[in-house]
């Protein structure tokens, strides 16, 4: 009795231990396609960019630009997060963790696939960073056709936030009542200065999430992440997020590893999340951890900022973090790595 017992026990460990082997080559096999929310496709695609011989920057290029074809969620690319005076404009990086060499457009205006417009920032120029009309002529020069972002959505997205008095926008210490009306507005006297953190929450929600963040690592070990968005609906024209800002929207090291970063990017970029998440990895931190860590972090001044990160080290470990708020509890992303036979949708518990 006492040896079968003890044998029973035995077995019951070893498969203990299979399991756990299995989930550890689960989480540390390469390839390694991670991206933000449920945008399956975009995986998919990156995914066989990578299957079919192309580079990492490929891969996060590709699976970015197919997100800002499909509308990924009807926000990232054309026809979404209309600005005050009705127009999409779009923010996109690319980093590559090698060379750490990065390309990014802010601003752009009448071009689809402002990854691809990154991408030749860093393999046609000595510059990082491209912004506004001047973007859109340098787009034109590489080849990429003006069009029209404008949709019947993103028109109707417009007229109902002027017929609701401008509501919500991102103005402060302005006549008249910003809170109550629309502008054109002037700058008040009297300016009050403290950040309103808890008012972020209204503005960029899981409502209307805009991001996708891709992180790459090829079998080598090299290290590509990106991000492409439309942004912030109704936002200041001229506005800017974290996307296209080298480590806040994301980062790349091949020596360390990549994150990404999708949410509220006015708060976010504050805190270069994407970077930091790199550095505790560098340190050896876990990426579950290292997420979480910039979470925490940017939570201390704005806890109820609307916020998800996504890590992976050098090895193909990989993990997420939110940051948890009424409307925000789970945090969704996409996995492709050897293990799986396809893209791969995965849940996080916000903290
Ligand atoms: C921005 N971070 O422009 C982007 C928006 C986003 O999920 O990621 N929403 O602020």
């Known amino acids: 009795m006492a040896a079968g017992g003890g044998l029973r026990f035995l077995l019951v460990a070893l498969r203990f231990l299979l399991v756990a082997l299995h989930m550890a080559a689960a989480s540390a096999a390469l390839p390694l396609v991670v991206n933000t929310w449920a945008f ?29 074809m499909d509308q990924c969620d009807g926000s990232v690319g054309y ?20 060379t750490m060499e990065v390309g990014a457009v802010a601003d752009l205006r009448r071009v689809k696939n402002a990854i691809g417009v990154a991408r030749k920032v860093i393999e ?3 510059h990082t960073l491209l912004v506004g009309e001047s973007a859109s002529l340098f787009a034109v020069r590489m080849g990429f056709p003006y069009e029209d972002l404008t949709t019947p959505k993103s028109l109707s997205m417009f007229s109902e936030w002027l017929n609701q008095s401008c509501q919500p926008n991102y103005w402060k210490n302005v006549v008249p009542d910003s809170s109550k009306s629309c502008g054109p507005y002037k700058k008040t006297e009297k300016v009050i200065c403290k950040e309103d953190w808890i ?52 980062y790349a ?16 970029m504050r805190f270069l999340p994407s970077y930091q998440a790199v550095e505790y990895m560098r340190m ?13 972090r ?3 001044y704005a806890p109820k900022f609307f916020g998800a990160v996504i890590c992976a ?26 293990s799986l036979s396809q893209p791969s949708e995965q849940v996080v518990d916000c903290i």
């Open 313 to 338: 080290n050098t090895t193909g470990s990989y993990g997420a973090a939110c940051n948890k708020t009424p409307g925000f509890t789970q945090f969704h992303f996409m996995v492709y790595n050897p």
């Open 298 to 300: 940017i939570r201390k």
């Open 124 to 126: 046609h120029t000595k």
């Open 40 to 68: 399956g496709k975009a995986t998919e695609t990156a995914w066989r960019v990578l299957q079919m011989g192309g580079s990492e920057l490929d891969a996060v290029e590709k699976g970015c630009a197919q997100c800002e």
């Open 79 to 98: 026809g979404g997060s209309p600005d005050e005076s009705g127009e999409t404009t779009l923010d996109a990086m690319i980093m590559d963790g090698n």
């Open 199 to 250: 008012s972020s929450q209204r503005r960029i929600s899981v409502h209307n999430h805009d991001t996708i963040g891709m992180i790459v690592i090829g079998e080598s070990g090299t290290i590509a992440s990106g991000t492409s968005t439309n942004g912030a609906i109704h936002k200041i024209p001229g506005r800017v997020g974290d996307s296209p800002i080298a480590g806040a929207g994301a």
């Open 253 to 268: 090291d091949s020596t360390a590893g990549g994150a990404a970063a999708t949410g509220d990017g006015d708060i976010m």
């Open 284 to 296: 050896g931190t876990d990426p579950t951890v290292a997420c979480q860590k910039v979470i925490s």
